[in-house]
């Protein structure tokens, strides 16, 4: 137990700390993804493209807003991340995978640590996708979202898209943490990239862009079940998100901000597993 709860604060430690210079990358995407959706008068980001949302952003809320929702940002990466990285060692432990099992294996333990930290961490993934959306010069206080998601939705309403949030946290966490460990026996093995963080961090950056790719139709799913207005309900589900999204734009709409989700993947991905193995000494790993 003591062994797991290290693992645990390693990876907490290392997913609050990246996500500090990640986060305006989060908000541009975010931004990108709830584009006009369902929302009189929302401002079509998708029109202005990365560079125009990211000028507009800066010009009209100032450059602090690449930073809303940051302490919801903490709580989740605190919670969901540290579970879903610090959980992947013990989990695939307990079910016997070792550096020579086949990716399938390694994927379904990454994918059970990645529900897990999912359904503690959902309720600040919810505040975080409300804030990072919020536009205006005044930055969202948490307490103020907090209260009013459960004034319109109850306790219910920091669950809005779990289902979805579930579904893309498996197929996240097995694409990073499977990618990344079987990359990463592949360096090994070869000896083609030196050993420790060059090794660490060229299995992580290829594992980052291999979820951008899995992750993304899941994301945009997840991203307008959490953004509905808190006064109303536009889909009942993550079926009936993906349904409409299919009908409204085709499969590439699931896409929607496919670059800053591949630009903030990897660099996320890479920071949080080198600094993880960094620290794992440290925490007794």
Known sequence: MTNVLASIGAAGTAAVFAVTFIHPIDVVKTRLQVSGAGVDGARNYKSLGISGTIRVVAAEEGVTAFWKGIQAAWLREASYTSLRIGLYGPIKEAMGVTADSNFLLKFTAGSLAGALGSTVGNPFDVLKTKMMATEGAEPPSFGKTAS????????????????????????????????????????????????????????????????????SPFDMVRTQLMNQPADAKIYNNALDCAVKLMRKGGIMSFYAGFIPIWGRFAPTTCLQLVIFEQLKPIFGV
Do not use: H, W
Request: proline share 1%; glycine share 14%.
């Open 148 to 215: 009013e998601i459960y004034k319109g939705q109850g306790f219910g309403g920091f669950y809005r898209g779990i289902e979805a949030n579930i579904m893309r946290a498996m197929v996240l966490n097995g694409t990073k943490m499977g990618v990344y460990d079987q990359i990463k026996g592949m360096i090994k093995k070869s000896e083609t990239i030196p050993a420790g963080i060059a090794t660490d961090f060229s299995a992580a950056f290829c594992a980052g862009f291999f979820m951008a790719v899995t992750v």
